[in-house]
């Protein structure tokens, strides 16, 4: 069978250039060749390693939140807790485990994950068959049954596809994959037009100088609609931990990663994975227009610690070989520091409003922006 980049010329020669979001979403989900379908790109060996993978405290942390929000929302006797894109399903085994010390948490909790990949869901099989529980999985949030939500997702948005508008002398034009005469995929622009793009607002857009970039990412906000519309009206909370900004602005985000590398986004589809930093304000925007209440964005870091990490790294440290502690506290570390993840990374949290979440209703810092789009 032809590469993916060969069957993607094909299709561009046939009918014209891509969106970025459709070559986004063939890349990372074609059921052949795409990035998630193939392999696990997670961990030391593959292409990246996430919170979850670097220390099992991150799981446990969310898990002991998870308990937190079922209690002050009642603790409802029925409720579904998912995660979106769970990768290999560590974060939910950390967080299950940690949830052991309530055990009418774990009685009460129906557990479902949305996640596309084959090999992946078996994966998350494997790491939850000693949990005791049985998941349910999901191909998109609309297969998620009613009641009580608590919904996890870490790095999960910023794998839905975006799209990007770019500033132009007329007006904007979206910008697209094409092929050039060699046949190599190519960036091109689509027609201008003269108004400015879907969801941006008119300050931005008057700022935007020629060349600039508009990011939208419409398959995000609405799966954070749904999400928080459910919140809203039955209960729950949705944590969306990511990589991204807290105000909209301006940038091409657009990045591949391969083997822990940049790597060029239209060299050999489907080998690398595709990124983008997530707007965190539209995806608020999106959960206040349905009906929720967000709590001021979180950094990484400080919504750990809020939540224990010292003093949970200082526990699973006590009485462990000396490499071990260093590997423990190593871990910590690049989960909160300012130069790793700790800045970088911001949690996003959506409850019912008049419901205060935990973690974010102690006082604090608030996520710094650090304006790298
Ligand atoms: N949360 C995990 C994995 C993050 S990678 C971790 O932190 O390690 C993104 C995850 O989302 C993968 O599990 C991937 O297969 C899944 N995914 C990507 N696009 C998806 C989509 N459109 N619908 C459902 N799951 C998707």
């Not at 579904?80 to 299950?96: F, I, N, S």
């Not at 949830?99 to 994966?123: C, G, N, Q, Y």
């Not at 459910?230 to 091409?252: C, M, N």
């Not at 300012?338 to 608030?366: C, E, H």
Request: some cysteine; glycine content about 12%.
């Amino acid at each position: 069978m032809a590469s993916l980049a060969e069957r993607l010329a094909a299709r561009i020669r046939q009918a014209g250039p891509l969106t970025v979001a459709d070559y986004m979403a063939v890349c990372l989900g074609d059921p052949v060749d795409g990035y998630y379908r193939r392999a696990d790109p997670f961990g030391r060996g593959g292409d990246f390693v996430t919170a979850p993978e670097i220390s099992q405290i991150f799981g446990e942390l969310i898990g002991a939140w998870c308990v937190a929000v079922w209690e002050r929302s009642g603790a409802p006797a029925r409720f579904v807790l998912a995660e979106l894109g769970p990768g290999r399903g560590t974060l939910m085994a950390d967080a299950l485990r940690a949830a052991r010390l309530r055990p009418a948490f774990l009685a009460a909790a129906e557990m479902h994950l949305v996640e596309t990949s084959p090999v992946l869901r078996r994966a998350q099989e494997a790491a939850l068959s000693g949990s005791g529980m049985t998941p349910v999985w999901h191909d998109d949030v609309s297969g998620l049954p009613a009641g009580p939500l608590i919904a996890i997702a870490n790095e999960f948005f910023d794998t839905l596809p975006i799209h990007q508008h770019v500033r132009v002398d007329r007006g904007w034009a979206e910008r697209m994959v094409g092929i050039d005469e060699g046949g190599r995929l190519v960036f091109a622009l689509g027609p201008a037009i003269a108004v400015r793009p879907a969801g941006m607002d008119a300050v931005l857009a008057a700022a935007a100088a020629p060349g600039a970039v508009f990011e939208r990412n419409p398959a995000a906000e609405a799966i954070v609609a749904r999400l928080a519309g459910r919140v809203a009206s039955e209960g729950g909370a949705v944590l969306a931990i990511d990589y991204g900004h807290g105000e909209s602005g301006l940038g091409d985000t657009l990045q591949a990663v391969r083997a822990h590398a940049y790597a060029d986004p239209l060299a050999d589809p489907g080998s690398a994975d595709l990124t983008a930093h997530v707007d965190f304000a539209s995806l608020r925007r999106a959960a206040e227009e349905a009906g929720a209440a967000v709590a001021p964005l979180l950094a990484q870091g400080e919504f750990l610690r809020r939540l224990g990490l010292d003093e949970r790294a200082a526990a699973l440290a006590r009485g462990k070989p000396a490499p071990l502690v260093a590997e423990i506290m190593a871990g910590a570390e690049r989960l909160s520091g300012a130069q790793t993840m700790g800045t970088l990374f911001k949690v996003l949290a959506i409850g019912p409003r008049g419901l205060t979440l935990p973690a974010f209703d102690s006082p604090g810092s608030d996520a710094q922006d650090s304006g790298d789009g």
